[in-house]
């Protein structure tokens, strides 16, 4: 079973919509939980950090769920420009990347 | 967030060479970490660099392919040896954030590594 695992999509999902992508993790040692967003040809820049009280910033929900071992990235009211890979990465004793989600929103 | 320059920023090379990738940070760092991701794929770490001793290398990953350097707080470098086209590859540095590990990483821009 691998670390950190995510559908790998694409989710295509008109402007306006709801999106959510989940991401399961094995090692239930695992410490911090963060969300990426990697655009093509470029490197990975962290979207938010996932607590367990959940966190939200604008548009963007991210939550853990510690017991079920997995987290959650809420995207409301899709732009354009959301289209992009995020990546959720969970760190133990490293940071390890899920395989990403490919989201292209449509006009 | 730490700022981070890698060059070089891509590069095609022939098989059999090796490519030296540079990355300075604009602050002292105790770890930078080197990761790689295959096309289509997502990052996998390849070794973990600390200043002052050996590199510690993750599971697949061997010095002698890909050896690390790290002179200084600031700076580390990785050399992927004897390269094949199966190395062609995007290869990142990061650092943990400056407010620390709970913070997330920082990545360099990468550099696209094409093998013919």
């Known amino acids: 079973r691998k670390e950190v695992e995510q559908d790998p999509g694409p989710f295509n999902v008109p402007e306006g919509a709801t999106v959510a992508f989940n991401c399961t993790y094995s090692n239930s040692a695992s410490q911090s939980f963060f969300w990426y967003r990697q655009d093509c040809r470029k490197e990975p820049k962290l979207l938010m950090s996932v607590y367990s009280s959940g966190n939200e910033d604008g548009r963007f929900t991210a939550q853990l769920n510690r017991a079920s071992q997995y987290i959650s990235l809420l995207i409301r009211d899709s732009k354009l420009s959301d289209s992009a890979t995020y990546l959720c990465?969970?760190?133990?004793?490293?940071?390890?990347f899920g395989t990403g989600t490919r989201l292209q929103v449509f006009p | 967030s730490a700022v981070i320059s890698q060059k070089p920023s891509r590069d095609i090379c022939q098989r059999g060479t090796s490519l030296t990738i540079q990355c300075q940070v604009d602050?002292?760092?105790?770890?930078m970490f080197w990761y790689r991701q295959q096309p289509g794929q997502s990052l996998t770490l390849i070794a973990t660099?600390?200043?002052?001793?050996?590199?510690?290398?993750e599971s697949g990953f061997v010095i002698d392919k890909f050896p690390i350097s790290r002179p200084n707080l600031t700076f580390s470098t990785l050399t992927v040896s004897n390269m094949s086209p199966e190395d062609s590859s995007i290869y990142l540095c990061?650092?943990?954030?400056?407010?620390?590990?709970?913070?997330?990483?920082?990545f360099g821009s990468g550099t696209r590594l094409t093998v013919v």
């Open positions: 990465a969970v760190h133990t004793d490293k940071l390890i």
């Open positions: 602050s002292q760092v105790t770890m």
């Open positions: 660099a600390n200043q002052g001793s050996e590199a510690t290398y």
């Open positions: 990061s650092v943990e954030d400056q407010g620390g590990r709970a913070y997330g990483y920082t």
